[in-house]
Structures are given as C-alpha cells and as structure tokens.
C-alpha cells in the first residue's frame, strides 16, 4: 500500500495562489492514479482533479479548470496542485488519494489509499 501525507495549506488571498502537495511512500508512486478532493465545511467531499499514472491524461472539475493544475513528479514520489485565482468557492480541506487500478474516475469511492488533509483558507 501507499501513505499519503498532504502540505501546503494555508491562509492566502483572494485572487492568490498556492501550491499543494503530496508526498507518497510505500509501494512504487507511478503504479498509483493519483487524484485531488476537496470537502469544505458543512459540504460533502468534491473531486478537484486526477492524474494518470505517469502523468499523460488529466482531468478537472469545471470549477478548477483553468485554475488549478494537477501535476506529479514519480521521481520524487510527489503530487501537486498549484492553485491561482483563489476565490470565496475553494476554501475546504483538501485530500490526496491514490488509486491502484487503472484510470482517473471522479468519485472518491474508486480510490484506495488518503492523506490526512490539509487546510486552505481564502480571505477577502
């Protein structure tokens, strides 16, 4: 299996940027499509964006895309997400995860291993 440990979170300003990332060890990082969720307070869990296992096909929610940037460095068993334009929408816990099948789903229920979250604020 894989563990997956979440930094970069913050307080930033609106119309700023961020950059997430998540260290994996354990298991062989490029066996696992590697995702991003979200959950804001009071708020179900949301996909954010996936990566496949070397990194050629992504995917995003509308509300990210363009934004947000879900990228991955296998060797340095390292995903991220660099975040700009930062707005009152994208303040939540934000969740790594690791899947060992093939493909980048939008559900959390097809992904297999967490991180422990890590939180970003937005101010005014």
């Known amino acids: 299996q894989v563990q997956l440990v979440e930094s970069g979170g913050g307080l930033v300003q609106a119309g700023g940027s961020l950059r997430l990332s998540c260290a994996a060890s354990?298991?062989?990082?490029?066996?696992?499509?590697m995702a991003w969720f979200r959950q804001a307070q009071g708020k179900e869990r949301e996909f954010v964006a996936a990566?496949?296992?070397?990194?050629?096909?992504?995917s995003y929610a509308d509300s990210v895309k363009g934004r947000f940037t879900i990228t991955r460095d296998n060797t340095k068993n390292t995903l991220y997400l660099p975040m700009n334009s930062l707005n009152h929408q994208d303040p939540a816990v934000y969740y790594c995860?690791?899947?060992?099948?093939?493909?980048?789903?939008?559900?959390?229920?097809?992904?297999?291993?967490w991180g422990q979250g890590t939180q970003l604020t937005v101010s005014p």
């Open positions: 354990g298991r062989t990082f490029s066996r696992y499509a």
């Open positions: 995860a690791a899947r060992a099948n093939n493909g980048i789903p939008e559900s959390d229920e097809d992904y297999d291993y």
């Open positions: 990566i496949s296992r070397m990194g050629a096909t992504t």
